[in-house]
């Protein structure tokens, strides 16, 4: 069974920072394209950064860039996003998703095929 789980979410001060987990099961995570998204209320879900499956190459949009940084860990096959210096504009419930088309760009979140639940960042002091 494919499966997506994130983890690492929760309460933050704004310049505060927060690791995400990924942890995939069913599945080689490493064979896929992994984006990070989210969603606010009331908003459409917009991607936050991606790694791709061939090289290695990340991508990340441009209210994250500096900030974020996503990254694999074949062993525990799982994708993590550090975020640092958190804003209270980054408030979002954040997923991952996976794609076994690589994706060197971040792409729509349509063009993803598995999804995690999601895991709650809130910004806020």
């Known amino acids: 069974q494919v499966q997506l789980v994130e983890s690492g979410g929760g309460l933050v001060q704004p310049g505060g920072s927060l690791r995400l987990s990924c942890a995939a099961s069913?599945?080689?995570?490493?064979?896929?394209?992994v984006g990070w998204f989210r969603q606010a209320p009331g908003k459409e879900r917009e991607g936050v950064s991606c790694i791709s499956s061939s090289d290695g190459s990340t991508d990340y949009a441009d209210a994250v860039k500096g900030r974020f940084t996503i990254s694999r860990d074949s062993a525990k096959n799982t994708v993590y996003l550090q975020m640092n210096s958190l804003k209270p504009e980054d408030t979002a419930v954040y997923y991952c998703?996976?794609?076994?088309?690589?994706?060197?760009?971040?792409?729509?979140?349509?063009?993803?095929?598995?999804w995690g639940q999601g895991t709650q960042v809130t910004v806020s002091s």
């Open positions: 069913g599945f080689t995570l490493d064979y896929y394209a």
């Open positions: 998703a996976a794609d076994p088309v690589d994706h060197t760009i971040l792409g729509k979140y349509y063009e993803y095929d598995y």
